[in-house]
Every structure is written in structure tokens, then in C-alpha cells.
């Protein structure tokens, strides 16, 4: 069964830092694009970066400069740091392949607050 692990999300005050991981088995992970994406509350899920096999990133224009996606290809583990958070970047946030798998993890709740 396919299977996406979401963590390290949790409640930060506006400027504050997160670093989000995303497990999954070496047959999702390896040789594949892998990306972030979020689900701001009541809307829909949007891109936000993705990270190609060799490790060349790609950011959505709203986290450009604040996000910072990475790989570890040993540990079959894609990462997001995010930093400057804004109360806009409250969301669940998941993690998928690309091209996108059909069963999604749980996500991992990001909520900035002061």
C-alpha cells in the first residue's frame, strides 16, 4: 500500500520557522520528482514546491524565498523548511510524487498565529 508520512507541523507565531518531513517507500521516492503541496482552510490544494531526483527545486511564487524544499535519497524522505511563515501559510500540508499518486497521506497541520 503506498503510503506518504507527513510531520512537524504545529502552531508558530507570524516570522517564525517549521521544518516539515514527508517518509514514503523507496518505489514513491526513488528516481521521482517529489513535491509539497497545502490546503489552505476553505480552499482548494495548491502547488507549493517539488524537488526533481538530483535535487533541483521549484517554488510556487507565494513561498519563493521563505520555503526551502530538500531530498534524502538514503532515508526516502523529502523535506520542507519553512521560514517567515505568515498567517496566509496556515494549512495542511502533504507531500506526493509527481506525477501525482491517487492516495494522499494525512498531511501535517501548519498554523500561524500570533
Known amino acids: 500500500q503506498v503510503q506518504l508520512v507527513e510531520s512537524g507541523g504545529g502552531l508558530v507565531q507570524p516570522g517564525g520557522s517549521l521544518r516539515l518531513s514527508c517518509a514514503t517507500s523507496?518505489?514513491?521516492?526513488?528516481?521521482?520528482?517529489m513535491g509539497w503541496y497545502r490546503q489552505c482552510p476553505g480552499k482548494q490544494r495548491e502547488f507549493v514546491a517539488h524537488i526533481t531526483a538530483g535535487g533541483a527545486p521549484n517554488y510556487a511564487d507565494s513561498v519563493k524565498g521563505r520555503f526551502t524544499i530538500s531530498r534524502d535519497n538514503a532515508k526516502n524522505t523529502v523535506y520542507l523548511q519553512l521560514n517567515s511563515l505568515k498567517p496566509d501559510d496556515t494549512a495542511v500540508y502533504f507531500c506526493?510524487?509527481?506525477?501525482?499518486?491517487?492516495?494522499w497521506g494525512k498531511g501535517t497541520l501548519v498554523t500561524v498565529s500570533s
Open positions: 523507496g518505489s514513491i521516492f526513488q528516481n521521482n520528482l
Open positions: 506526493n510524487r509527481i506525477p501525482i499518486l491517487p492516495n
